[in-house]
């Protein structure tokens, strides 16, 4: 009987350990999902009301982005070197709207060129995240100011929209504005090694960033 209730007792004991060491690896597996998908959150949590215009503006002009056009402001806050990024501004890239928040009170939508569509692209080697619309403020890929050669091609019209070398941006993206509602090739080339992958332009749900691209 003593010992049938020493083993029973021992038994308790080791499914409440095996319990709190599943419950830790759970917490740190959440953590790491959050961390590898951090680029693609929305910056208009759950929750949120869209704010009026003048609390927009209110926004950008804190960030000194007031008087920029919302293309403008892609373009600079993609470029911005990562230690001036601001940490109190979300902005998402959708194909036909910038979101703009301060992630608690105020967000808006800044329209976008209804002809251009913005793609940022983040080569990489060994590391890589999950992203669709691409975040100008809390994006980062794997290779920062690096040499590289991209080529952007219509597939509808086997035009070259982009064939140059250039340079990733601090964050380990690079951008371009290519024509809406077309198939595109993209292909790039670093370190002796390269990429290609296809895109569309053509539907709201369609990707403003790419984060698969291994170069190999």
């Known amino acids: 009987m003593l010992r049938t209730a020493l083993n029973r007792r021992a038994t308790i004991r080791t499914q409440k350990t095996l319990r709190s060491k599943l419950g830790t690896l759970v917490v740190l597996t959440l ?49 911005m ?66 040499p590289i050669h991209i080529t952007i091609t219509n597939l509808d019209t086997g035009e070259a929209l982009v064939d140059e070398d250039t340079t990733t941006f601090d964050n380990g993206f690079i951008g371009y504005w290519i024509p809406n509602d077309i198939k595109a090739s993209i292909t790039i080339t670093a370190q002796n090694k390269s990429a290609t992958t296809q895109i569309a332009t053509a539907s709201e749900e369609d990707a403003t960033c790419v984060t698969t691209m291994q170069l190999t």
Not at 82 to 87: Q, Y
């Open 81 to 146: 070197p990562v230690a001036d990024r601001p940490t109190n501004l979300m902005a998402s890239v959708r194909p036909s709207g910038l979101i703009v928040s301060d992630g608690a009170d105020v967000s808006g939508t800044l329209p976008l060129p209804t002809e251009e569509f913005y793609v940022s692209v983040a080569p990489y080697i060994s590391q890589t995240h999950e992203c669709h619309f691409h975040s100008l403020t809390t994006c980062r890929g794997e290779l920062s100011k690096q």
């Open 31 to 79: 953590s790491l999902g959050l961390a590898v998908t951090g680029c693609s959150a929305d910056p208009t949590p759950e929750g949120t009301q869209s704010a009026n215009s003048e609390s927009v503006e209110t926004l950008l002009t804190e960030h000194k982005l007031n008087g920029l056009e919302a293309k403008e402001i892609v373009n600079t806050l993609d470029k």
